[in-house]
Protein backbone atom coordinates (compact mmCIF):
# COMPACT_ATOMS: atom_id res chain seq x y z
CA UNK A 1 0.00 0.00 0.00
CA UNK A 2 0.97 3.18 -0.74
CA UNK A 3 2.30 5.77 2.01
CA UNK A 4 0.02 8.46 1.58
CA UNK A 5 2.14 10.30 4.57
CA UNK A 6 5.05 10.77 2.48
CA UNK A 7 3.72 14.39 1.76
CA UNK A 8 3.53 14.05 -2.27
CA UNK A 9 0.69 16.56 -2.97
CA UNK A 10 0.74 15.69 -6.51
CA UNK A 11 0.42 11.90 -5.98
CA UNK A 12 -1.99 12.39 -2.98
CA UNK A 13 -3.97 14.76 -4.76
CA UNK A 14 -4.63 11.97 -7.91
CA UNK A 15 -6.09 9.36 -5.25
CA UNK A 16 -8.06 11.54 -3.27
CA UNK A 17 -9.76 12.78 -6.50
CA UNK A 18 -10.70 9.07 -7.00
CA UNK A 19 -11.36 8.33 -3.11
CA UNK A 20 -12.18 11.11 -0.76
CA UNK A 21 -11.71 8.60 2.11
CA UNK A 22 -8.34 8.33 1.52
CA UNK A 23 -8.01 11.59 3.10
CA UNK A 24 -7.64 9.69 6.51
CA UNK A 25 -4.50 8.19 5.61
CA UNK A 26 -2.49 11.83 4.97
CA UNK A 27 -0.25 13.46 6.91
CA UNK A 28 -1.74 16.35 9.08
CA UNK A 29 0.15 18.70 6.97
CA UNK A 30 -1.58 18.16 3.78
CA UNK A 31 -5.15 17.40 6.00
CA UNK A 32 -4.66 21.24 6.19
CA UNK A 33 -4.39 21.58 2.21
CA UNK A 34 -7.23 23.47 0.68
CA UNK A 35 -6.88 22.32 -2.73
CA UNK A 36 -6.29 18.14 -1.15
CA UNK A 37 -9.22 18.40 1.40
CA UNK A 38 -11.60 20.40 -1.35
CA UNK A 39 -11.29 17.63 -3.86
CA UNK A 40 -11.31 14.94 -1.13
CA UNK A 41 -14.88 16.58 0.03
CA UNK A 42 -15.49 16.88 -3.61
CA UNK A 43 -15.37 12.88 -4.12
CA UNK A 44 -16.95 12.28 -0.67
CA UNK A 45 -18.69 14.71 1.28
CA UNK A 46 -17.61 12.43 4.55
CA UNK A 47 -13.95 13.30 4.19
CA UNK A 48 -14.49 16.73 5.57
CA UNK A 49 -14.36 14.50 8.83
CA UNK A 50 -10.27 13.44 8.67
CA UNK A 51 -10.07 17.30 7.32
CA UNK A 52 -8.01 19.83 9.92
CA UNK A 53 -9.52 21.81 12.47
CA UNK A 54 -9.05 25.11 10.49
CA UNK A 55 -10.56 23.72 6.93
CA UNK A 56 -13.73 22.04 8.99
CA UNK A 57 -14.33 26.05 9.18
CA UNK A 58 -13.58 26.64 5.79
CA UNK A 59 -17.29 28.05 3.95
CA UNK A 60 -15.88 26.66 -0.02
CA UNK A 61 -15.16 23.35 1.49
CA UNK A 62 -17.79 22.50 4.38
CA UNK A 63 -20.58 23.87 1.21
CA UNK A 64 -18.74 21.63 -1.33
CA UNK A 65 -19.15 18.68 1.43
CA UNK A 66 -22.62 19.20 2.25
CA UNK A 67 -23.09 19.09 -1.76
CA UNK A 68 -21.92 15.75 -1.90
CA UNK A 69 -22.99 14.30 1.47
CA UNK A 70 -25.25 16.44 3.36
CA UNK A 71 -24.54 14.13 6.46
CA UNK A 72 -21.06 16.08 6.23
CA UNK A 73 -22.90 18.73 8.10
CA UNK A 74 -22.09 16.58 11.45
CA UNK A 75 -18.15 17.25 10.80
CA UNK A 76 -18.35 21.17 9.80
CA UNK A 77 -17.05 23.38 12.88
CA UNK A 78 -19.59 24.94 15.24
CA UNK A 79 -20.00 28.18 13.35
CA UNK A 80 -20.47 26.57 9.94
CA UNK A 81 -23.22 24.47 11.21
CA UNK A 82 -25.06 27.36 11.98
CA UNK A 83 -24.53 28.64 8.28
CA UNK A 84 -28.25 28.82 6.41
CA UNK A 85 -26.77 28.52 2.96
CA UNK A 86 -25.03 25.31 4.31
CA UNK A 87 -27.91 24.06 6.39
CA UNK A 88 -29.39 24.26 3.75
CA UNK A 89 -27.51 22.56 1.33
CA UNK A 90 -27.59 19.73 3.70
CA UNK A 91 -30.76 19.19 4.35
CA UNK A 92 -31.98 18.98 0.43
CA UNK A 93 -32.02 15.40 1.13
CA UNK A 94 -35.29 15.05 3.79
CA UNK A 95 -33.77 11.88 5.11
CA UNK A 96 -30.22 14.01 6.52
CA UNK A 97 -32.81 16.32 7.86
CA UNK A 98 -34.83 14.10 10.26
CA UNK A 99 -31.21 13.01 11.36
CA UNK A 100 -30.12 16.52 11.85
CA UNK A 101 -33.18 16.89 14.19
CA UNK A 102 -32.76 14.41 16.46
CA UNK A 103 -29.58 16.27 17.19
CA UNK A 104 -29.89 17.95 20.57
CA UNK A 105 -26.98 20.49 18.86
CA UNK A 106 -28.84 21.23 15.89
CA UNK A 107 -32.47 21.56 16.82
CA UNK A 108 -31.31 24.38 19.00
CA UNK A 109 -29.85 25.94 15.92
CA UNK A 110 -32.05 28.75 15.08
CA UNK A 111 -31.00 28.91 11.38
CA UNK A 112 -31.43 24.96 11.12
CA UNK A 113 -35.02 25.39 12.80
CA UNK A 114 -36.13 27.91 9.91
CA UNK A 115 -34.55 25.87 7.16
CA UNK A 116 -36.61 23.22 8.35
CA UNK A 117 -39.83 24.42 8.57
CA UNK A 118 -39.42 26.81 5.07
CA UNK A 119 -38.39 23.51 2.83
CA UNK A 120 -40.19 20.50 4.52
CA UNK A 121 -43.80 20.42 5.37
CA UNK A 122 -43.79 16.52 7.57
CA UNK A 123 -42.15 17.75 10.16
CA UNK A 124 -43.42 18.14 13.62
CA UNK A 125 -41.77 20.78 15.40
CA UNK A 126 -44.08 20.66 18.84
CA UNK A 127 -41.09 20.50 20.88
CA UNK A 128 -38.79 23.21 19.34
CA UNK A 129 -41.51 25.99 18.71
CA UNK A 130 -41.56 26.47 22.06
CA UNK A 131 -38.03 27.77 22.67
CA UNK A 132 -38.62 30.46 19.63
CA UNK A 133 -41.95 31.40 20.77
CA UNK A 134 -40.72 35.43 20.12
CA UNK A 135 -38.87 34.78 16.98
CA UNK A 136 -41.31 36.03 14.57
CA UNK A 137 -39.24 35.20 11.67
CA UNK A 138 -39.58 31.40 12.74
CA UNK A 139 -43.16 31.85 13.71
CA UNK A 140 -44.12 32.98 10.97
CA UNK A 141 -42.76 30.69 8.79
CA UNK A 142 -44.47 28.03 11.06
CA UNK A 143 -47.81 29.48 10.86
CA UNK A 144 -47.20 29.58 6.57
CA UNK A 145 -47.15 25.57 7.17
CA UNK A 146 -49.44 25.32 9.84
CA UNK A 147 -52.09 27.76 11.23
CA UNK A 148 -52.00 25.58 14.60
CA UNK A 149 -48.69 26.58 15.10
CA UNK A 150 -49.84 30.25 16.37
CA UNK A 151 -50.21 28.34 19.52
CA UNK A 152 -46.54 28.83 20.19
CA UNK A 153 -46.27 32.06 19.63
CA UNK A 154 -46.03 34.74 22.30
CA UNK A 155 -49.06 36.95 23.46
CA UNK A 156 -47.24 39.64 21.60
CA UNK A 157 -46.92 37.62 18.00
CA UNK A 158 -50.24 36.06 18.51
CA UNK A 159 -51.26 39.67 18.36
CA UNK A 160 -49.42 40.40 15.21
CA UNK A 161 -51.43 41.39 12.45
CA UNK A 162 -49.13 40.34 9.49
CA UNK A 163 -48.58 36.32 11.57
CA UNK A 164 -52.52 36.12 12.37
CA UNK A 165 -53.52 36.13 8.84
CA UNK A 166 -50.98 33.80 7.93
CA UNK A 167 -52.26 31.86 10.39
CA UNK A 168 -55.79 31.68 9.52
CA UNK A 169 -55.10 31.39 6.05
CA UNK A 170 -53.06 28.20 6.25
CA UNK A 171 -55.71 26.55 8.91
CA UNK A 172 -58.91 28.91 9.20
CA UNK A 173 -59.40 28.21 13.45
CA UNK A 174 -56.12 29.18 13.96
CA UNK A 175 -58.35 32.09 14.78
CA UNK A 176 -58.73 30.46 18.13
CA UNK A 177 -55.30 31.45 19.34
CA UNK A 178 -54.99 35.22 18.24
CA UNK A 179 -55.74 37.83 20.49
CA UNK A 180 -58.87 39.22 21.49
CA UNK A 181 -58.32 41.91 19.23
CA UNK A 182 -57.78 40.52 16.05
CA UNK A 183 -60.64 38.03 16.46
CA UNK A 184 -62.58 41.36 16.07
CA UNK A 185 -60.21 41.90 13.05
CA UNK A 186 -62.67 42.15 10.07
CA UNK A 187 -59.76 40.86 7.54
CA UNK A 188 -58.54 38.34 9.96
CA UNK A 189 -62.19 37.06 10.30
CA UNK A 190 -62.67 36.96 6.75
CA UNK A 191 -59.55 34.99 5.62
CA UNK A 192 -60.04 32.73 8.31
CA UNK A 193 -63.57 31.77 6.91
CA UNK A 194 -62.51 31.45 3.33
CA UNK A 195 -60.65 28.14 5.03
CA UNK A 196 -62.65 27.18 7.84
CA UNK A 197 -66.50 28.90 8.47
CA UNK A 198 -65.65 26.96 11.70
CA UNK A 199 -63.29 29.97 12.84
CA UNK A 200 -66.81 31.67 13.42
CA UNK A 201 -67.21 29.18 16.57
CA UNK A 202 -64.54 31.50 18.02
CA UNK A 203 -65.47 35.16 16.71
CA UNK A 204 -66.81 38.08 18.68
CA UNK A 205 -70.35 38.16 19.19
CA UNK A 206 -69.94 42.08 18.48
CA UNK A 207 -68.63 40.84 15.25
CA UNK A 208 -71.52 38.54 14.22
CA UNK A 209 -74.22 40.87 14.76
CA UNK A 210 -72.37 43.33 11.97
CA UNK A 211 -74.64 43.60 9.15
CA UNK A 212 -71.75 44.90 6.72
CA UNK A 213 -69.52 42.04 8.16
CA UNK A 214 -72.19 39.04 7.96
CA UNK A 215 -73.14 40.09 4.26
CA UNK A 216 -69.24 39.85 3.35
CA UNK A 217 -69.40 36.32 5.59
CA UNK A 218 -72.27 34.87 3.60
CA UNK A 219 -71.23 35.91 0.24
CA UNK A 220 -67.84 34.21 1.01
CA UNK A 221 -69.86 30.56 1.92
CA UNK A 222 -73.20 30.56 2.38
CA UNK A 223 -73.35 28.51 5.38
CA UNK A 224 -71.77 31.72 7.40
CA UNK A 225 -75.61 32.19 7.98
CA UNK A 226 -75.61 29.35 10.73
CA UNK A 227 -73.17 31.09 13.17
CA UNK A 228 -74.34 34.77 12.53
CA UNK A 229 -77.25 36.42 15.08
CA UNK A 230 -80.23 35.78 15.21
CA UNK A 231 -81.00 38.89 14.14
CA UNK A 232 -79.23 38.98 10.66
CA UNK A 233 -81.02 35.25 10.14
CA UNK A 234 -83.86 37.76 9.82
CA UNK A 235 -82.15 39.90 7.51
CA UNK A 236 -83.66 39.50 3.92
CA UNK A 237 -80.63 40.87 2.41
CA UNK A 238 -78.01 39.03 4.25
CA UNK A 239 -80.32 35.32 3.51
CA UNK A 240 -80.64 35.48 -0.07
CA UNK A 241 -77.07 36.81 -0.64
CA UNK A 242 -76.14 33.20 1.22
CA UNK A 243 -78.97 31.41 -0.26
CA UNK A 244 -77.30 32.50 -3.82
CA UNK A 245 -74.17 31.13 -2.79
CA UNK A 246 -75.68 28.10 -0.86
CA UNK A 247 -78.83 27.13 -1.53
CA UNK A 248 -79.17 24.30 1.61
CA UNK A 249 -78.55 27.84 3.85
CA UNK A 250 -82.56 28.48 3.91
CA UNK A 251 -82.69 25.85 6.42
CA UNK A 252 -80.93 27.99 8.59
CA UNK A 253 -82.97 31.19 7.44
CA UNK A 254 -85.50 32.95 10.52
CA UNK A 255 -88.53 30.62 10.63
CA UNK A 256 -90.51 34.32 9.90
CA UNK A 257 -88.38 34.40 6.52
CA UNK A 258 -88.82 30.62 5.48
CA UNK A 259 -92.69 31.10 5.70
CA UNK A 260 -92.83 33.97 4.00
CA UNK A 261 -93.98 33.44 0.77
CA UNK A 262 -93.09 36.62 -1.15
CA UNK A 263 -89.57 35.88 0.42
CA UNK A 264 -89.65 32.82 -0.79
CA UNK A 265 -90.38 34.10 -4.74
CA UNK A 266 -87.84 36.16 -4.82
CA UNK A 267 -85.58 33.81 -3.36
CA UNK A 268 -86.52 30.92 -5.60
CA UNK A 269 -85.36 33.28 -8.29
CA UNK A 270 -81.71 33.68 -6.52
CA UNK A 271 -80.76 29.94 -6.42
CA UNK A 272 -83.77 27.49 -7.75
CA UNK A 273 -82.16 24.96 -5.81
CA UNK A 274 -84.07 26.09 -2.66
CA UNK A 275 -86.94 23.86 -4.17
CA UNK A 276 -85.30 20.80 -2.28
CA UNK A 277 -85.84 22.43 1.32
CA UNK A 278 -88.43 24.27 1.71
CA UNK A 279 -92.42 23.06 0.40
CA UNK A 280 -93.26 26.46 -0.78
CA UNK A 281 -90.12 26.64 -2.79
CA UNK A 282 -91.06 23.12 -4.12
CA UNK A 283 -94.28 24.09 -5.07
CA UNK A 284 -92.95 27.28 -7.20
CA UNK A 285 -90.31 25.23 -8.89
CA UNK A 286 -93.13 22.79 -10.28
CA UNK A 287 -95.05 25.89 -11.10
CA UNK A 288 -91.98 27.53 -13.04
CA UNK A 289 -91.68 24.14 -14.50
CA UNK A 290 -95.25 23.96 -16.64
CA UNK A 291 -96.61 21.27 -14.32
CA UNK A 292 -100.29 20.17 -15.78
CA UNK A 293 -102.34 22.19 -13.73
CA UNK A 294 -105.91 20.67 -12.63
CA UNK A 295 -108.20 22.07 -10.37
CA UNK A 296 -106.95 19.90 -7.65
CA UNK A 297 -103.61 21.54 -7.48
CA UNK A 298 -105.03 24.66 -7.75
CA UNK A 299 -107.17 24.30 -5.08
CA UNK A 300 -104.56 23.02 -2.92
CA UNK A 301 -102.18 25.65 -3.69
CA UNK A 302 -104.51 28.61 -4.13
CA UNK A 303 -102.50 30.63 -1.41
CA UNK A 304 -99.13 30.16 -3.44
CA UNK A 305 -100.66 31.25 -6.84
CA UNK A 306 -102.50 33.92 -5.36
CA UNK A 307 -98.60 35.47 -4.82
CA UNK A 308 -97.19 34.14 -8.17
CA UNK A 309 -99.40 36.18 -10.17
CA UNK A 310 -99.55 33.16 -12.79
CA UNK A 311 -101.48 33.88 -16.01
CA UNK A 312 -101.16 30.39 -17.24
CA UNK A 313 -103.28 29.39 -14.26
CA UNK A 314 -105.68 32.22 -14.90
CA UNK A 315 -105.72 30.85 -18.57
CA UNK A 316 -105.98 27.08 -17.51
CA UNK A 317 -109.35 28.13 -14.79
CA UNK A 318 -110.70 29.97 -17.80
CA UNK A 319 -110.25 27.26 -20.69
CA UNK A 320 -111.92 24.45 -18.28
CA UNK A 321 -114.46 26.70 -16.45
CA UNK A 322 -113.58 25.23 -12.94
CA UNK A 323 -114.75 27.86 -11.08
CA UNK A 324 -117.88 29.69 -9.72
CA UNK A 325 -115.66 32.52 -8.58
CA UNK A 326 -112.48 33.86 -9.05
CA UNK A 327 -110.70 36.13 -7.02
CA UNK A 328 -107.98 37.90 -9.23
CA UNK A 329 -105.38 39.95 -7.17
CA UNK A 330 -105.17 43.49 -8.30
CA UNK A 331 -101.92 42.92 -10.04
CA UNK A 332 -103.29 40.48 -12.18
CA UNK A 333 -106.38 42.94 -13.01
CA UNK A 334 -104.17 45.95 -13.80
CA UNK A 335 -102.61 43.41 -16.40
CA UNK A 336 -105.75 41.91 -17.74
CA UNK A 337 -108.83 44.61 -17.55
CA UNK A 338 -107.46 46.37 -20.21
CA UNK A 339 -106.80 43.43 -22.54
CA UNK A 340 -110.22 43.48 -25.11
CA UNK A 341 -109.83 39.51 -25.64
CA UNK A 342 -110.03 38.75 -22.11
CA UNK A 343 -113.41 40.54 -21.73
CA UNK A 344 -114.60 39.52 -24.67
CA UNK A 345 -114.05 35.75 -23.79
CA UNK A 346 -115.84 36.15 -20.46
CA UNK A 347 -118.50 37.35 -21.83
CA UNK A 348 -118.72 35.48 -24.78
CA UNK A 349 -118.57 31.99 -22.26
CA UNK A 350 -121.28 33.97 -19.73
CA UNK A 351 -118.57 33.76 -17.48
CA UNK A 352 -120.39 36.14 -15.34
CA UNK A 353 -119.46 35.24 -11.64
CA UNK A 354 -116.24 37.00 -10.88
CA UNK A 355 -115.53 38.85 -8.26
CA UNK A 356 -112.71 41.65 -8.54
CA UNK A 357 -110.38 42.61 -5.96
CA UNK A 358 -110.27 45.63 -7.66
CA UNK A 359 -111.07 49.24 -6.47
CA UNK A 360 -111.49 50.23 -10.17
CA UNK A 361 -113.13 47.81 -12.45
CA UNK A 362 -113.16 48.89 -15.81
CA UNK A 363 -115.49 51.05 -18.08
CA UNK A 364 -116.03 48.47 -20.97
CA UNK A 365 -116.98 45.65 -18.10
CA UNK A 366 -119.60 47.95 -16.59
CA UNK A 367 -121.55 48.86 -19.57
CA UNK A 368 -121.79 45.35 -20.62
CA UNK A 369 -124.16 44.68 -17.27
CA UNK A 370 -123.73 41.07 -18.29
CA UNK A 371 -120.94 40.43 -15.07
CA UNK A 372 -121.81 39.99 -12.09
CA UNK A 373 -119.17 42.76 -10.41
CA UNK A 374 -118.66 43.07 -6.97
CA UNK A 375 -116.09 45.02 -4.86
CA UNK A 376 -114.67 42.95 -2.20
CA UNK A 377 -114.59 45.48 0.18
CA UNK A 378 -118.00 46.22 -0.31
CA UNK A 379 -118.63 42.94 1.76
CA UNK A 380 -120.00 43.29 5.31
CA UNK A 381 -117.60 41.73 7.50
CA UNK A 382 -118.30 42.63 11.09
CA UNK A 383 -114.49 41.04 12.55
CA UNK A 384 -111.31 42.04 12.17
CA UNK A 385 -109.96 41.93 8.27
CA UNK A 386 -108.66 38.17 7.50
CA UNK A 387 -108.75 36.81 4.36
CA UNK A 388 -109.96 33.28 5.79
CA UNK A 389 -113.20 35.16 7.17
CA UNK A 390 -114.26 36.96 4.13
CA UNK A 391 -113.52 33.84 1.63
CA UNK A 392 -115.94 32.27 4.29
CA UNK A 393 -118.60 35.08 4.29
CA UNK A 394 -118.46 35.15 0.00
CA UNK A 395 -118.93 31.51 0.42
CA UNK A 396 -121.71 31.70 2.53
CA UNK A 397 -123.38 34.44 0.80
CA UNK A 398 -123.54 33.46 -3.19
CA UNK A 399 -123.26 29.16 -2.36
CA UNK A 400 -120.35 28.64 -4.38
CA UNK A 401 -116.84 27.39 -4.19
CA UNK A 402 -114.01 29.60 -4.50
CA UNK A 403 -110.76 29.85 -5.87
CA UNK A 404 -108.41 32.53 -5.11
CA UNK A 405 -105.61 33.30 -7.43
Known amino acids: ??????????????????????????????????????????????????????????????????????????????????????????????????????????????????????????????????KFKNDKDIILEAVKKDGYFLEYASPELQNNKEIALEAVKSYGCAIIYVSNELKNDKDIVLEAVKQDICALKYVSNELKNNYNIALDLVTINGLCLIYISNELKNNKEIVLKAIKNNSCTLKYASKELQNNIDFLFEAYYYNYNIKNYNQYTKKIHNIENGIEYNINFIKENYQLLHKYKNKQVIQYLLNNKYFDILILNNEIINQLYNNEIFINYLLENELYNIIYNSEEINEYIKENKKLFVMNINDIDIEHEYNINKIKEEIQNKFNCTIIWI
Do not use: C, T
Request: aromatic share 14%; proline share 1%; charged share 25%.
Open 1 to 130: MLDFKNNNKNIVLEYVKKDGLILYFVSDELKNDYEIVFEAVKNNGNALEFASKELKNNYDIVLEAVKNEGYALWYASDELQNNYDIILQAIKNEFYASHFLLSSKLKNNRNFILVIIKYYKNFSLHNELP
